[in-house]
């Protein structure tokens, strides 16, 4: 009962934080001229939401892209994965990304987990994404189809030894609400993966979710916003064994330094969430009360 | 079938797909070509046309001592072009609209491609 109010006071001071931030933006937006700004890339604008952007033809990319995962029902837990990656984008529709993962876990005291402080090279990632939709000036919406292999092996919550392979799908779209200013992004995921722990046990899970995002350029190089995932989980591949959702909101931010150097950063805290089987409030077995992104790129 | 050699099927299988998406038959058409000079900061003409629903070729002329990089998010090109000299930038078939670019070295210089 403690848990769901606070999960509720977290609600309740996130939302008029949010709102905030978009009032206290839309001041400093009418004050100045949009219509100079260039084209933006959304991408990297809607913070974990990736929007439908595939960069330029001959456009490389180096990105250090890091996730933190934060707080589980109980002791302490810190986990992040932070992603080296190359990407390029061959032609005018396909860009293709790959890399390293890293790793660390710093956990303590958590059920079900053994407690852990390391640092590992984790794994390897690569990305194929393909625009589907263009957006032009007649047409706002923009839609891209991507998916990303990847094999680990260190376990991305429990930091053990073993062999991952997951493979994400995702649909990107976004929608340009008001031009060079308000954007709205969407994602569909779904991301099956199996792992062999060291003992031979062999599980199979997915993740299904969707989220939505809104920001606003308040500078022709900063935008803000705030975006909401909802979050299912289930033991099997093909969805039929479900074990707990969650719904996770929080606020986005992307800075562009220079025209070949710009940020993203993101936070999320899980607002609401169930676990089968289990009457507490928020799904901490599956997912974590927090999550934090940080991504720093430089185009050449 | 094993999980793993599901997974690296999966894996075959969006690659391919992704290949076959690359294939794209606007290449194989005419491709309308436009010509821009870039001298003393700015495209001129600033405004060109092209028809739509064909491939172009953008063929950018810099008279200026610097180089300068032609580069449009909507186009989704960049190229830099060394000064005195010309690049060729090859753009996929267009939907009607307006395309803006801009050197990407030079703030203020912009143009735009309207396809109709």
């Known amino acids: 009962m403690r848990n769901r109010a606070a999960a509720g006071q977290r609600h309740a001071i996130a939302l008029p934080l949010l709102s905030c931030v978009f009032l206290g933006c839309t001041g400093s937006v009418r004050a100045q001229d949009a219509s100079s700004w260039k084209d933006i890339e959304t991408k990297y604008i809607f913070g974990f939401t990736t929007g439908s952007g595939i960069g330029l033809e001959g456009e490389k990319e180096f990105t250090v892209d890091s996730i933190g995962r934060f707080g589980k029902r109980d002791g302490h837990y810190a986990a992040t994965e932070t992603k080296y990656e190359f990407e390029f984008t061959p032609t005018q529709f396909i860009q293709i990304e790959f890399g390293a993962l890293g790793s660390t876990h710093n956990i303590g005291g958590v059920t079900g987990l053994d407690d852990r402080s390391q640092v590992a090279l984790s794994g390897a990632f690569a990305e194929f994404r393909y625009l589907a939709i263009e957006r032009t000036s007649n047409n706002p919406l923009a839609v891209t189809l991507a998916v990303e292999p990847t094999v680990r092996r260190i376990d991305e919550t429990s930091g053990e030894r073993v062999r991952n392979f997951e493979f994400e799908t995702t649909v990107n779209a976004d929608l340009e609400l008001m031009k060079n200013r308000l954007f709205a992004g969407f994602n569909l995921l779904y991301e099956p993966e199996v792992t062999q722990t060291a003992t031979g046990y062999t599980q199979r899970e997915a993740t299904v979710g969707g989220s939505a995002a809104l920001s606003l350029r308040v500078a022709s190089n900063v935008v803000l916003g705030g975006e909401v995932w909802y979050l299912r989980h289930y033991d099997a591949a093909n969805l039929t064994s479900f074990t707990g959702d969650a719904v996770m909101l929080g606020p986005t931010l992307y800075v562009q330094f220079t025209p070949k150097m710009f940020m993203t950063a993101a936070w999320n805290a899980q607002v609401w969430g169930r676990e089968v089987g289990n009457l507490v409030s928020l799904n901490l077995a599956e997912f974590q009360r927090h999550r934090a992104r940080l991504k720093f790129a430089w185009e050449f | ?116």
């Open chain 2, 1 to 116: 079938m094993s999980a793993v050699l599901m997974m690296k099927r999966l894996t075959l299988a969006a690659l391919c797909a992704v290949a076959m998406l690359q294939v794209s038959p606007s290449r194989a058409q005419q491709a309308t070509e436009v010509q821009v000079t870039y001298s003393k900061g700015q495209f001129q003409p600033s405004e060109v046309t092209a028809p739509a629903d064909k491939p172009i070729t953008f063929r950018v002329k810099n008279l200026d001592p610097k180089a300068m990089e032609f580069e449009s998010k909507s186009l989704r090109v960049e190229k830099v072009v060394a000064a005195g000299s010309e690049g060729v930038i090859n753009v996929r078939a267009l939907k009607p609209g307006r395309y803006e670019f801009y050197d990407d070295f030079n703030e203020k210089a912009r143009g735009a491609l309207i396809v109709q």
